[in-house]
């Protein structure tokens, strides 16, 4: 069973500057899909970002980006530029890149809180 | 993007009656559409896997009496939480499969009295 880890239950960034979130999970899987999920207070989930994970290059969105390590099985999310709407829970997710079995395993979420 | 829209955004009932919340793809058709459940502070649990014209795929520990869960169109589930009780209290998400990404509902807020 796949499994999602994030260790950091909460951080916190002082706005403008950069901040990482970090996510592992453990899967047999060749074939998958990584996620980004924010949560804001109004508890909308938005995607922040996605990874292939057959694709070696790292994804980016904007201030947004990952550190995609495939054999150590991390998936880590930069913020740059930290801005006070990035306040929010931020969750890893897991997908299989199987038809049928396309259900998103979550980790446990980090609070991120951005000062000015 | 792709929406999805849920109703009510919040609800109140009285314990022993039962509360429907309804899930919408409104711009993409949905063949699977998916019920979390989340409670304060905590992370999505995935309740069930709901496949457009079939039954629903309930995970391991889920009641699938008390929580109806109906996808008749691809574009609209519903979630039904049958004789409610005040540990069913929480807030409730759907999202929507659209190729490989899903799209969530803004949840549903239930509090049973």
């Known amino acids: 069973a796949q499994t999602v880890t994030q260790s950091q239950p909460e951080m916190s960034v002082q706005e403008a500057e950069t901040v990482t979130l970090s996510c592992t999970y453990d899967?047999?899987?060749?074939?998958?899909?990584l996620f980004w999920y924010k949560q804001p207070p109004s508890r909308q989930m938005i995607l922040v970002i996605r990874?292939?994970?057959?694709?070696?290059q790292n994804a980016t969105e904007n201030r947004f980006s990952v550190n995609f390590q495939k054999a150590a099985k991390s998936f880590s999310l930069k913020i740059s530029d930290s801005q006070l709407g990035d306040t929010a829970m931020y969750f890893c997710?897991?997908?299989?890149?199987?038809?049928?079995?396309?259900?998103?395993?979550f980790g446990t979420g980090t609070r991120l809180q951005v000062f000015p | 993007g792709a929406v999805v829209s849920q109703h009510p955004s919040w609800v109140i009932c009285k314990s022993g009656t039962s509360v429907k919340i309804e899930c919408r793809s409104l711009?993409?058709?949905?063949?699977?559409m998916f019920w979390y459940r989340q409670f304060p502070k905590q992370s999505l649990m995935l309740m069930a896997t709901?496949?457009?014209?079939?039954?629903?795929?309930?995970e391991q520990g889920v009641e699938k009496d008390k929580f109806l869960i109906n996808h008749a169109s691809l574009t609209l589930s519903t979630l039904t939480v049958t004789s409610a009780h005040p540990e069913d209290s929480s807030f409730y998400i759907c999202?929507?499969?659209?190729?490989?990404?899903?799209?969530f509902g803004p949840g549903t807020r239930l509090t049973v009295t």
């Open positions: 999202s929507a499969r659209d190729l490989n990404e899903q799209y």
């Open positions: 899967t047999s899987e060749n074939n998958y899909y």
């Open positions: 990874q292939e994970a057959y694709k070696q």
């Open positions: 997710a897991f997908m299989k890149h199987e038809i049928g079995t396309d259900k998103l395993i």
């Open positions: 711009d993409f058709q949905a063949t699977t």
């Open positions: 709901s496949n457009e014209g079939s039954k629903a795929t309930y």
